[in-house]
């Protein structure tokens, strides 16, 4: 509120010198504008190499803003520096910003925020045009020896009200219009008590000297020099149109109000100045609360009063009001704070608002304090209100605020997701904001970083959920060194410690969560294996529930007669002796009859195999009374490579008559060269039936056959065998492997490696995809892609979904995907290996737009054999778009078809470099 007294309204000698002052303080001012103007011209010119253009500034309200990204600042020393109108340089210290009106932050990214006052100190003030000029300093090191410069010039426009009061976070500002209004009766009449309390001050206050009085309560004032008011941390500052008093929260004079339970830090002074004919007071008033933040569940809650008593100071009424809220200093519309889930409850008291924890505006950070992983959310809102009263007009009142919530606790998850037949610890450890790195693993109380326990064959991978956040997976096998194992009743158990070291970015926090992770790995038991009747039945034990049983690679099950279930982890199983279930054993002891039993999870994983010996069935030699022998040998379990066919006798010509999942001989006494002698009473004949190695010649097996004939009467006797050698099996398994790699160029030799991965690509970059058939060199093998897709996250079957390969072919909308001929070169052995495709980013559309963000790879994978497709149901169904002798057409249907899939790692499709840039640091190497 301002009031004048005036001594005498006629134009007198020492008002026309005042308007000779005024006029040459006019001229002065111009002059200074345009010593200004080129102090700045020539440091551009200066300082040109510099850029600053990573340096965003911006107009907010009565602000400018300097935004600094963390990638230009992080770990380096900055300083901040004003240049005034007569280009002098003046470094802004705490001190200096509370004072002139000046606030810098620093976010947990890193990031820097300045924000100076329109009517800071050395702010260039041209008509309703403020002009801030700013000289940052970057270096790295503390002393700023190699400190680089560089400069920000910034204008805004801007129209203040009557009245304007900011609580900014380090100080308060109220700034008054400042204009001398035509005298009416009574202009002192029902003025509140403080113009009489000022008044004497001002009277007797010095001549020609701008004063301020301080009103501690209604009876005490303190009166000082605008000089000693500025030395002791307040700005004042005056110009032609507006006077303001600026003064930190701690002020010396300033005093706490409680308000609706709201604490304000209050302000109230009548600044003064006295000339001979006049004396010129204005009122100035500011108060900002400083306890109005609770955190109340999961929401913060801010409580923003009106009808602050110190700011109605001679006001009767309040006519009307307006509420803005916003984020950052930017306005949000009535749809946005809905979208983001705020809620603002207006009142004529209070405006309350209230902010969940975590919602769209805000950020989350992670942090350790005593050693434990948490979080905070920190947010940076506004409130202004303008109301209308019948002493000050319109009052603009602007409380910024910079909230984070207390520190909450989030102890990691351990999770043991092992699948037992993969004999691989599988653990997962989160979740985390993605701030947090694992960087070392201790096991078996060995610290190693990423790269060496990767070297030694653990696995280590991130996840990222839909929400952002992040999970950590690592893979030890049972059979490392450092896994201890323990033998017990039920099998074996295994136990991993393990701690993981994780980093916080980009401060460096550090801390640790330890596990024990331990698994059994059950030993299914068998009993001993009986006949009953034609049955052969065993019982297995240590079963888990959802494992299944195989007899021969046929699963046995409760409705085939083949399993009956003695409880959740006792089957018997009954297979009858005459079915080629069962399998003959050779062994130094002579034959057994086996029943081969693979026990084998849900998903299809062997868990354990299993091969019980049952007495032997009835002899397989049949002997007729017209000489005449008849054999059958049966496949044995332990020769799994055993070809019947080339199964002989004694003379090597004679081969099985019959071959029908056992090969039978039929042959006279007098051939195949079968020997007769006599034994007493009895004529002997014998035979021998062998298989060698086809590559060495070496007899594997051999089966003595004889028969016994007495002079009235034919015998069948039992068959033993003489020096048989014992027979030997070795069995090996190689899984056929896939990899799909992203190539860096269309020439197909460089490719991303695990570590670069997410890869980031922008949407006018081509995609160079390659997949290989991994450790095979058998040029017969050739691999087909019957389809490939994309998606938006690792899972294969989610949605949406776009495709690139349909049926072999190359996917024609939007954009056409291009099939690359394969070489032989050093790289490539074995063309047949591999297939090669490019693919347009323009393909992926969401909704009208080109998509940009996560994205995955995965292709349906098809292994044939190209020197006999035909005969491979499956192979008869590639596609049409593939050279044209594999074009078989599709007659045959297959229900064996076990195509194989593989899956890229993470890309990120991005619109522009400018989103790279962001994202760069927020996932630092």
């Known amino acids: 509120m301002e009031r004048y007294f005036i001594g005498c309204h006629a134009k007198s000698f020492s008002d026309l010198l005042m308007e000779r002052h005024c006029q040459r303080y006019a001229v002065q001012r111009l002059l200074n504008r345009l010593a200004f103007l080129m102090s700045i011209l020539a440091t551009e010119v200066c300082t040109q190499s510099t850029s600053s253009d990573f340096i965003v500034s911006s107009c907010r309200r009565s602000l400018v803003q300097l935004d600094l990204p963390a990638q230009n600042v992080f770990k380096k020393y900055v300083r901040f520096s004003a240049i005034d109108p007569a280009g002098m340089t003046h470094e802004i210290t705490d001190a200096v910003a509370t004072k002139c ?44 020896v190699d400190a680089v410069s560089y400069m920000k010039v910034v204008s805004c426009p801007y129209v203040w009200n009557p009245r304007e009061i900011i609580c900014e976070t380090n100080y308060m500002e109220v700034s008054v219009r400042r204009k001398i209004p035509v005298i009416s009766e009574g202009v002192f009449r029902n003025e509140p008590e403080d113009w009489s309390t000022a008044f004497p001050q001002a009277v007797s206050g010095l001549m020609s000297v701008w004063q301020v009085v301080f009103h501690l309560s209604s009876t005490l004032k303190s009166t000082m020099l605008i000089d000693a008011a500025q030395d002791i941390g307040y700005g004042i500052n005056t110009t032609e149109s507006r006077v303001l008093l600026r003064a930190p929260y701690n002020a010396s004079q300033a005093v706490p109000q409680r308000i609706n339970g709201v604490t304000f830090s209050t302000v109230r002074a009548t600044l003064f100045y006295k000339q001979r004919w006049f004396i010129y007071l204005v009122d100035n008033a500011v108060a900002c609360p400083v306890d109005d933040v609770k955190f109340i569940g999961g929401s913060i809650v801010w409580s923003v009063q009106k009808n602050i008593a110190p700011l109605l100071t001679g006001s009767k009424t309040i006519q009307n009001s307006l509420v803005q809220f916003g984020v950052d200093l930017l306005n949000l519309t009535d749809a946005e704070i809905l979208s983001r889930q705020y809620e603002i409850m207006d009142s004529n008291t209070a405006t309350n608002i209230r902010i969940p924890v975590g919602a769209v505006g805000g950020y989350y950070k992670s942090h350790v304090i005593n050693s434990q992983y948490g979080i905070t959310y920190n947010i940076r809102p506004f409130l202004e209100n303008l109301w209308l009263d019948d002493s000050w007009g319109i ?18 998850v351990v999770s043991n997701i092992t699948i037992l037949t993969t004999l691989t610890f599988n653990i997962t450890v989160g979740t985390f904001l993605p701030d947090v790195l694992l960087v070392n693993l201790t096991i078996g109380g060995v610290t190693m970083p990423l790269p060496e326990a990767v070297n030694l064959g653990y696995v280590i991978e991130n996840k990222t959920l839909p929400n952002g956040n992040v999970t950590f997976i690592v893979k030890v096998p049972f059979g490392d060194d450092h896994v201890t194992k323990e033998t017990v009743p039920d099998g074996i158990l295994f136990i991993l410690n393990v701690t993981f070291g994780f980093l916080i970015i980009p401060y460096g926090e550090t801390f640790t969560t330890p596990a024990t992770i331990d698994c059994l790995l059950r030993q ?126 004694r003379d090597t010509s004679c081969r099985p008559l019959v071959l029908d999942g056992m090969a039978k001989f039929v042959f006279t006494v007098k051939d195949c060269r079968t020997t007769r002698r006599f034994e007493g009473n009895l004529m002997i004949y014998e035979n021998d039936v062998t298989y060698s190695s086809i590559s060495t010649g070496k007899i594997l097996f051999t089966l003595n056959v004889t028969c016994n004939y007495t002079t009235n009467s034919t015998l069948v006797v039992d068959y033993s065998y003489d ?19 992203l190539s860096k160029s269309d020439g197909y030799n460089v490719f991303y490696e695990d570590a670069e991965y997410p890869v980031i690509k922008y949407l006018r970059e081509p995609l160079y995809f390659e997949v290989e058939l991994l450790h095979s060199s058998d040029p017969r093998l050739e691999l087909f892609l019957d389809s490939c897709w994309a998606t938006t996250s690792p899972d294969m079957r989610s949605l949406p979904t776009w495709p690139i390969i349909d049926n072999s072919c190359e996917h024609h909308e939007p954009y056409l995907t291009i099939f690359h001929p394969v070489r032989t070169n050093a790289r490539v052995q074995f063309p047949s290996h591999l297939k090669r495709f490019e693919v347009k980013t323009f393909t992926f559309m969401d909704g009208g737009a080109a998509y940009s963000g996560e994205i995955y790879f995965h292709c349906d994978v098809i292994i044939c054999d190209s020197s006999n497709l035909a005969s491979d149901p499956v192979c008869t169904q590639i596609g049409s778009c593939i050279p044209a002798r594999q074009r078989l057409g599709r007659s045959v249907d297959s229900d064996s078809d076990q195509h194989r899939q593989v899956s890229s790692g993470e890309l990120f499709l991005l619109a522009s470099k400018m989103r790279a840039d962001t994202k760069q640091f927020q996932n630092p190497q």
């Open 101 to 144: 009106g000046y606030t810098t932050s620093y976010d947990d990214w890193g990031n820097i925020n300045f924000r100076t006052s329109f009517y800071s100190c050395y702010v260039q003030i041209n008509d309703t045009y403020y002009t801030v000029s700013m000289k940052m300093e970057i270096a790295s090191r503390r002393d700023m």
């Open 395 to 412: 009052t603009k009142y602007t409380i910024i605020k910079d909230i984070t919530t207390p520190f909450v606790p989030h102890p990691p």
């Open 524 to 649: 299914p038991t068998v009993g001993p294996c009986g006949q009953k009747g034609g049955l052969l039945t065993t019982t297995l034990g240590n079963l888990d529930p959802s494992w299944l049983i195989y007899i021969n690679d046929v699963q046995a099950t409760l409705s085939s007669g083949l399993l009956s279930n003695v409880n959740t982890t006792h089957a018997s199983v009954e297979v009858p002796a005459a079915s080629n279930l069962v399998m003959d054993e050779v062994t130094s002891a002579g034959f057994a009859v086996t029943i081969p039993i693979s026990i084998r999870d849900r998903n299809g994983n062997e868990v354990s195999s299993i091969v019980i010996s049952c007495d032997p069935q009835s002899n397989p030699v049949v002997c007729l009374s017209d000489g005449t022998m008849e054999v059958s040998v049966k496949k044995l379990w332990n020769m799994p490579d055993m070809d019947l066919s080339r199964l002989v006798l």
């Open 723 to 741: 020096n048989n050698p014992t027979p030997s099996a070795q069995t090996g398994i190689a899984p056929l492997d896939l990899v799909l790699r």
